[in-house]
């Protein structure tokens, strides 16, 4: 995504300019591409504060595997941060995730730290979902989601009813791929 590059871009510039910035002066830097990159600039699991900056959560992730699924290589209609300007500012059902979502925030970080996946899986295919819904309820309505990406939720859906040796699940950023939690 664009938010880990430039993660990395920020990191990259940071060593090769030698700079000695202290966590906050990175992470606002690190904004300046993209909000949500600061996320990206640590590995492991981050918790990205309202305050705009983040906070590291204990999670054993060895046994974790992420799968993207990429279902559309051509550019979005619009942009991410466009998408969510206008979503925030025309979807009735915004304020609703928001307080839906800051309610599972405590339970994701603790499934996290137990290492509880399945937990995790549930969480974020119910927020990732609601998310889309909300951009649904935006006028007009942002569509990032496509016949494929029903079709990838489809297969892990089906996963997970097959197979009890891995545990499945599916989430969804802003873009249009789809991630898969094996």
Known sequence: SSA????ALAIAAKRYFACD????T???????????AIRSLYGGANRFNRDGH??????????FRLLVVVVDEDKKAISSREAMKHVVKTSPLYQAFVNHSNQYVSILEEALEKGDFAKVGNISEENALAMHGVM???VPPVRYM???TY????????QKRERSDVFFSYFYS???HCWTIT
Do not use: C, N, W, Y
């Open 151 to 158: 079709k990838v939720i489809q297969f892990v859906d089906a």
């Open 174 to 176: 802003l873009f249009v």
């Open 146 to 148: 496509s016949d494929m």
């Open 136 to 138: 649904l309820g935006a």
């Open 4 to 7: 880990s590059a430039f993660a």
């Open 21 to 24: 910035f202290d966590k906050s």
């Open 54 to 63: 983040v906070t590291h959560v204990p999670a054993d992730l060895d046994d």
């Open 26 to 36: 990175l992470e606002t830097l690190t904004r300046k591409g993209s909000g949500s």
